[in-house]
């Protein structure tokens, strides 16, 4: 991509947590930033990603079919340490290129998801690359926002456009449920499973110590919490059969979503004028 839109798409994508307008708008973008080969310098690519199994994300050297590797790959293959900024979340990541069979499933995932990245590999002898992005623990995350409350928002509404996104994809899927589709479900659920325990083991007792008042709305949120995690195992379930049913799956995402949607607007009245009022 030219160098103007880059900045461009960059400054949108940070400006509005991760969302942005044109081309991008409504899919999965993150903003990859590499070392220079050569140069040692910092480098910022928009890059559309896939959902991966185990929390890491997929990334394809594609070029839109051009004959050479684009410069940001040639970048992580010299220094395999990254920085991905994926929404409101910034993180160090390792990057790890795919190989052999790996590597071909999972171009064969995200071809079927979006012919595009067969009608790129189709324009080159090359083989387009696919690497794997590992999130590199380093304690709490690092959000952009500016406050706590804003930030439990923000984490809020990845999880409602991912569910939208999870949706329309469901509803143009055609006759089968595709694999890297269940991927992006299985991605949202452990998502949602790994938000809703934090809470539970963090924030939530740290708020009933400083506010013994928020308990009856503490504890209806951890029952959420239980009641959601129900709806979470029942969608994997039915995502984990061979000939998994559509219909049956974006019923089964259309009644998370509904809770989903209750419980997180529920918190978010509650806790944001607690955690925004600095007396935690």
């Known amino acids: 991509m030219p160098i103007d839109f880059n900045r461009q798409i ?46 890491r994300v997929l990334v394809i050297a594609s ?9 940001w790959y ?22 790890v290129v795919l190989e052999g069979a790996e590597r071909d499933r ?6 079927e998801a979006d012919p595009g990245w067969s009608d790129y590999q189709e324009k080159t002898e090359r083989i387009l690359p696919v690497v794997a992005l590992e ?10 926002a500016s406050s706590v409350g804003a930030a439990l928002k923000a984490v809020h509404d990845g999880f409602r456009r991912e569910l939208a996104l999870i949706r329309e994809e469901i509803a143009t899927s055609g006759p089968g449920l595709g694999a890297q589709l269940r991927v992006n479900c299985l991605s949202l659920c452990q998502g949602l499973h790994n938000h809703h325990t934090g809470e539970d083991a963090g924030m939530f007792p740290m708020l009933g110590r400083h506010h013994p008042e928020l308990a009856p709305a503490l504890e209806r949120m951890r029952q959420e919490h239980e009641k959601l995690a129900v709806l979470l195992a029942d969608l994997q379930k ?11 799956v974006l019923s ?5 979503t509904e809770e989903v949607e209750n419980h997180l607007t529920y918190e978010e009245e509650v806790l944001i004028p607690v955690l925004d009022g600095g007396a935690c």
């Open 106 to 111: 999972a171009f064969a995932r995200a071809a």
């Open 135 to 144: 999130e590199i623990p380093a304690g709490p995350p690092n959000i952009n």
């Open 10 to 55: 960059i400054e949108e994508f940070r400006a509005n947590g991760g969302r942005v307008g044109g081309p991008f708008e409504g899919g999965r973008l993150l903003l990859l930033t590499t070392t220079g080969a050569r140069s040692g310098a910092p480098h910022t690519t928009p890059l559309g990603y896939l959902p991966d199994v185990d929390g």
């Open 63 to 71: 070029a839109a079919g051009a004959p050479k590797h684009p410069a």
């Open 74 to 95: 040639h970048n992580l293959l010299a220094h395999p340490r990254v920085t991905v900024e994926a929404g409101v979340f910034t993180y160090e990541a390792q990057a």
């Open 238 to 248: 039915v995502i984990s059969g061979q000939d998994a049913d559509p219909q049956l």
């Open 252 to 256: 089964e995402v259309e009644r998370l």
